[in-house]
């Protein structure tokens, strides 16, 4: 996926892989989403071997915002290089759930006013590091 893509609607996702999707690759995106839940980029359902890379992605969210999301059974997807911007209630620049494991998550710049990363529900073996983030009070 190479393209430049803007969402406003109540659930905006940029770029969203779903239902055992697997080697694909995002990259060179420019990215952003407004509405009541905004992801940048999605990754959810079973979903393995993708690649995520020299993004630039923006995210604002009345109650969620997040810049890229791995849930519900993702696993062996690299995650890099990228430029993460969030706001709004709920910002999180990278957020793993729902048992994501095996994934690499480095280089990536965060600028956010929530969390930087969060690990939540059944998540193992990831490897993070590497990510500067810039936290806004």
Excluded: C
């Amino acid at each position: 996926v190479q393209a430049d893509l803007g969402t406003d609607n109540s659930n905006a996702y940029g770029v969203y892989v779903f239902d055992k999707a697997k080697n694909n690759t995002a990259l060179n995106n420019t990215i952003r989403t407004y509405g009541n839940i905004g992801y940048g980029i999605y990754l959810f359902s079973e979903v393995y071997n993708n690649s995520v890379y020299n993004n630039n992605v923006t995210t604002s969210g009345l109650t969620n915002a997040r810049g890229v999301v791995l849930g519900t059974t993702s696993y062996s997807n690299s995650v890099y290089g990228n430029v993460i911007t969030t706001s709004g209630s709920g910002g999180f620049g990278v957020y793993l759930t729902s048992t994501a494991y095996n994934n690499s998550i480095y280089n990536n710049g965060i600028d956010t006013w929530g969390n930087g990363m969060q690990l939540d529900s059944t998540v193992y073996n990831n490897f993070i590091y590497s990510n500067p983030l810039l936290y806004k009070n």
